[in-house]
């Protein structure tokens, strides 16, 4: 009876066990199953100017470049889909697909303002595809992101503001799907869904 009861209770343990590892540690768990698939070359360089190959998109605005390294677009912002401090805002799924669509696989260039990488070790980039797209600046003008001033990497501010004036005045992505607030400091953010 104590072997029967001693299995029961390993049984019982190893059941909760998984339980709380999928409840808790699902992203964590996501996030090492999605490096997994990817092949990263680590050997290649990054430099600004040269054509590096992405090899996947993490959200609407970063990017995770075929070496493994993580890039962030400068000058623009896109709802939050994965950051564990935030729910999930409106219209982050959308802006990730589009992000993907445009450089997933794809070489891209890029190019620094003043910083080369931000608090979180990423490098920061105005990104082009080899036709010439600015992809920061066609993110918000499609209404995917909104232009985010940060000093000092601020030089095409202008250039992504006029773009999303350009997206609020046609009704585009999140200005006629979410609801936009504008906080402290002046960053703007949609809804959460």
Request: hydrophobic share 40%; with cysteine.
């Amino acid at each position: 009876m104590k072997k029967v009861y001693a299995i029961g209770s390993v049984i019982i343990f190893v059941v909760l066990a998984v339980f709380l590892f999928d409840h808790k540690n699902v992203g964590g768990f996501k996030a090492q199953l999605a490096k997994v698939s990817v092949h990263y070359n680590q050997s290649v360089k990054v430099e600004y100017g040269k054509a590096i190959k992405v090899a996947k998109v993490v959200d609407g605005d970063t990017i995770q470049l075929v070496n493994g390294e993580y890039l962030r677009y400068i000058g623009i912002d896109t709802p939050e889909e994965f950051d564990p401090r935030k729910p999930v805002q409106c219209y982050a799924k959308e802006a990730a697909d589009r992000n993907k669509a445009l450089v997933e696989g794809k070489d891209i260039i890029f190019y620094n303002d003043v910083s080369v990488h931000d608090k979180y070790g990423r490098w920061l980039g105005f990104v082009y595809l080899a036709d010439g797209t600015f992809v920061n600046k066609e993110l918000v003008l499609e209404g995917y992101a909104f232009s985010y001033p940060y000093k000092p990497d601020n030089y095409k501010q202008s250039e992504f503001d006029n773009a999303e004036t350009k997206a609020q005045q046609s009704n585009l992505g999140i200005w006629s799907h979410c609801d936009v607030n504008v906080l402290k400091g002046g960053r703007k953010q949609t809804n959460n869904i």
